[in-house]
């Protein structure tokens, strides 16, 4: 198994004031799978995906990424697997303003034992022409692209998406959905979306429901929906 967590809780506040987030999550992905995580907001599930990625810290419970148990690291050791065996996309690109699109990319290769080729890579996202630009040249979809880029160009083994959408238009955001449909198949890297477009379901290889804190529905999809399809 890739992903396993085991009895994840998280709480914030104190005494009266603390509020149960995650309520003991149990979950399994495989490699190369694209699951989604559903939910309304307050539903634990941003809280989950930082968790996974190293960025927040569970109360409880064991999480293993292709057989490193992430409590065992030291800060150190968190750091250095975070950068040579993570990608994050975030719903604002977070790029450096005076860096051109390239080397936006290319400071995730910087992080990188094993990153991807530039070149490929910038095709693949459909950048080539945009390549020199700095970001305030572009447009909310090509600079998510270059987010898309630079978390990809390390060539992660998970790849944690937030909401990646959910600052674009329905057009730009069918075309971002599509990106990283392409990105699974061609890298089979192994994603995890959390979103709270209900449309975004069909995309993906497994589905996680979370409400209040807790999984309340997990599957797999026997067919799955390609992103140039989807309607919302």
Known sequence: MFLELKNIRKSYGEKDYRTEVLKGIDLE????????????SGSGKSTLLNIIGGIDEADEGTITINGHILKSLSKKEL????????????????LI?????RENIETGAFLSRD????????????????????????SGGQQQRTSIGRAIVKNPDLLLCDEPTGAL???????????????????????IMVTHNDAFKGLADHVIRLRDGQIRKSYYNDTKIKAEDLEW
């Open 115 to 138: 990153p991807l080729e530039i070149d490929p890579l910038i095709d693949v996202l459909g950048l080539k022409e945009h390549q020199h630009k700095l970001p305030n040249q572009l």
């Open 169 to 191: 238009d329905y057009t730009t955001s069918k075309e971002i959905m599509k990106l990283i449909e392409t990105v699974n198949q061609t890298y089979r890297t192994t994603i």
């Open 29 to 40: 992905i495989e490699k190369g799978e694209f699951a989604v995580l559903l939910g309304p």
């Open 79 to 94: 750091e250095k697997y975070r950068r040579n065996h993570l990608g994050y996309i975030f719903q604002m690109y977070n």
């Open 97 to 101: 303003p005076n860096l051109t699109v």
